[in-house]
Every structure is written in structure tokens, then in C-alpha cells.
Antibody, heavy 117, light 110 residues
Framework: QVQLVESGGGLVKPGGSLRLSCVAS????????MSWIRQTPGKGLEWVSS????????SYADSVKGRFTISRDNAKKSLCLQMDSLGAEDTADYHC??????????WGLGTPVTVSS | QSALTQPRSVSGSPGQSVTISCTGG?????????VSWYHQQPGKAPKLLIY???KRPSGVPNRFSGSKSGNTASLTVSGLQAEDEADYYC??????????FGTGTKVTVL
């Protein structure tokens, strides 16, 4: 069955960095767009970034552009999100999601990120 | 990339139908036939219900249906069941391979 398992979340000080990872199983990873979507109790769901199956097409939300970098390793069936210059507004649960193009077909449970001094 | 507008809550009795609206503008909902809907039960990850405005993924009951008119998309849940009680979110393409979600709607089964 399809599984997406995120890791790398935690507590970080403002201005700090974190690297999130997601390992996929149960499907042909290299066939799919992959995305990161974050969720907060107050603001709901927010799309963060997507990457095409080959890695050639990448897009970011304006709120993270220039600070976050998405990448993938199809051989290792893994997706990463490098997050730099973190601020309180980045505090959220980050979901690894299979899909793009507004068709987010399968979601991981998420890894929590807290930005606080 | 402002969030799409959804009602904060809707409710219905078992067996009834409820409709959730999702209002954006010409740069998102009105400009693309790429609207999707998700529901999220407590403690679980969101699940895709509808994509491309009105298509259902395999395994999603036909009680769930989607439509769009102008800048507003809608999700209808027919034959409401207790397990339909959840948070519901819409999502739309917003151009340049970017996407925007709705504010979320809590569905309560009375």
C-alpha cells in the first residue's frame, strides 16, 4: 500500500534551518509529482512547493520563495524540503503529498515544525 | 495567493444533502478547471474526494460530487452519514504551477 513517511521536524529558533525528508513506498515514485503542504490550526492548509516527476519543474508559494528548496532522489524514493531563515509564521505540520496540479492524491501524516525562541 | 473562501461550518441530518461553496476569483477558481476537494477526519491526513472539478478517484463514493460556476466551486455530499463529519477543504490552481487552498469547512452531522 502507498506510504509516505515524513521526518526531520522539530523545534528551531527564528532564523534557523531545518531539513525535512519523506520516504515513499508502495508506488512508482519516479512517476509522480510530489509536493509539500503545511497545516496549522489557525490557517488551515497551505500549499508550499511542488516538484515534477523528473525534478525539472519546481514551484513555490510566495511565502517561502527564496527560503525553501524542494528536491527529490528518485533512486532513493525520497523527497526533501530544505527550510532556511525560518520564522514564526512557518510553524506548522508539514505533509509530504503525492501529486501536483491541484490533484493531491495521497498525504503523509506530517511532521511538526515549531519556530520559537 | 489569498485563501479561497469557504463557509466556516455546515450541518445536516443523516440522509440529507449538504453543499459547501468555495469562492475565489478569475485568477484561480474561475480561470482553471483544476479544483479539488479534500476531507480530513480528526487525527487523520486529508483525503482526496474530487479532482478536476467533478472527477472522483477510485474508491470515493458517488455521494460526493463537485461542480463549478464562474468563480465558485461546490462540493455536495448526498445521503449524509455519520462518518462524513470532518473538515473539508477545496483547492484550486492559481497559475504558474501554484495552488491555493480554501479556508476550510467543518461539516457536522446532527
Amino acid at each position: 500500500q502507498v506510504q509516505l513517511v515524513e521526518s526531520g521536524g522539530g523545534l528551531v529558533k527564528p532564523g534557523g534551518s531545518l531539513r525535512l525528508s519523506c520516504v515513499a513506498s508502495g508506488f512508482t515514485f519516479s512517476d509522480y509529482y510530489m509536493s509539500w503542504i503545511r497545516q496549522t490550526p489557525g490557517k488551515g492548509l497551505e500549499w508550499v512547493s511542488s516538484i515534477s516527476s523528473s525534478g525539472n519543474t519546481i514551484s513555490y508559494a510566495d511565502s517561502v520563495k527564496g527560503r525553501f528548496t524542494i528536491s527529490r532522489d528518485n533512486a532513493k524514493k525520497s523527497l526533501c524540503l530544505q527550510m532556511d531563515s525560518l520564522g514564526a509564521e512557518d510553524t506548522a505540520d508539514y505533509h509530504c503529498v503525492r501529486g501536483g496540479r491541484a490533484n493531491f492524491g495521497f498525504w503523509g501524516l506530517g511532521t511538526p515544525v515549531t519556530v520559537s525562541s | 495567493q489569498s485563501a479561497l473562501t469557504q463557509p466556516r461550518s455546515v450541518s445536516g441530518s443523516p440522509g440529507q444533502s449538504v453543499t459547501i461553496s468555495c469562492t475565489g476569483g478569475s485568477s484561480d477558481v474561475g480561470g482553471y478547471n483544476s479544483v479539488s476537494w479534500y476531507h480530513q477526519q480528526p487525527g487523520k491526513a486529508p483525503k482526496l474526494l474530487i479532482y478536476d472539478v467533478s472527477k472522483r478517484p477510485s474508491g470515493v463514493p458517488n455521494r460526493f460530487s463537485g461542480s463549478k460556476s464562474g468563480n465558485t466551486a461546490s462540493l455536495t455530499v448526498s445521503g449524509l452519514q455519520a462518518e462524513d463529519e470532518a473538515d473539508y477543504y477545496c483547492c484550486s490552481s492559481a497559475g504558474s504551477n501554484t495552488f491555493v487552498f480554501g479556508t476550510g469547512t467543518k461539516v457536522t452531522v446532527l
